[in-house]
């Protein structure tokens, strides 16, 4: 199966600019995930999407970032504005619905923010 | 949000020795998973431990859940350059899908 496609792969921005990352899902996996992994730390978990309805945001930074999956499938993460400390890979995942069921993750975006 | 400690932090060896890295919680795990992450990957599932006491081979990695369920160890034997990368241990926040992950232990093994 095809796994979970994230595009850029890497995005150089200025603080104060605004940058959006892309990221289409495992076919028929209805949760999608995005991360956060800043160097040196695991990746925490920013939102959480079952099919198009978030379940999980409270650790989005709301005043700065967006996200959103329309048509529950492919999904987008938006930071405006950026700043020095949102510098970091940002992770998608997808899984199916059952219990114990593995994140499936993407390769991921390297956002350097100068 | 449940806290995972892992350690070491860094830990570099040389091919054919072994080695311990471990997952500890204050709290009790419903379950528990190890996934690998090599640079510029995302993780990738190792293994996912749910009954304590349990242990679980792949090959030269030996995962064991702790009796309290509360902490986990991952054990690799005569370890390989392949073997490279961040080991990262995961529990589900509350009783969803989504998954709280420690900070990891990286891990590089020199031929």
């Known amino acids: 199966e095809a796994g979970v496609a994230q595009s850029p792969r890497y995005k150089i921005i200025e603080k104060r600019q605004s940058v959006a990352f892309w990221c289409n899902p495992i076919?028929?996996?209805?949760?999608l995930y995005w991360y956060q992994q800043i160097l040196g730390q695991g990746p925490k978990l920013l939102i959480q999407?079952?099919?198009?309805?978030?379940?999980?945001d409270s650790q989005l930074p709301k005043d700065r970032f967006s996200a959103e999956r329309l048509k529950g499938v492919d999904s987008t993460l938006k930071i405006q504005p950026a700043k020095l400390e949102d510098s970091a890979v940002y992770l998608c995942?997808?899984?199916?619905?059952?219990?114990?069921?593995?994140?499936?993750f993407g390769n991921g975006t390297r956002l350097t923010v100068t | 949000t449940q806290l995972l400690e892992q350690s070491p932090q860094f830990l570099s060896i040389q091919e054919g020795e072994n080695l311990t890295v471990y997952c500890n919680s204050s709290s009790v795990f419903s379950s528990l998973q190890w996934y690998r992450q090599e640079p510029g990957e995302g993780p990738v599932l190792l293994v996912t431990?749910?009954?304590?006491?349990e242990v679980k081979k792949l090959k030269r990695l030996t995962f064991q859940f702790g009796d309290a369920r509360k902490d986990s160890s991952l054990h690799i034997t005569a370890a390989q350059p392949g073997d490279t990368g961040l080991y990262l241990c995961?529990?589900?926040?509350?009783?969803?899908?989504?998954?709280?992950f420690g900070k990891g232990t990286s891990l590089l093994v020199t031929p």
């Open positions: 995961a529990s589900f926040i509350n009783s969803g899908y989504a998954l709280n």
């Open positions: 431990v749910v009954t304590g006491g």
């Open positions: 999407f079952q099919n198009n309805g978030v379940v999980d």
């Open positions: 995942a997808s899984s199916t619905t059952g219990k114990n069921s593995p994140l499936h």
């Open positions: 076919s028929g996996h209805a949760t």
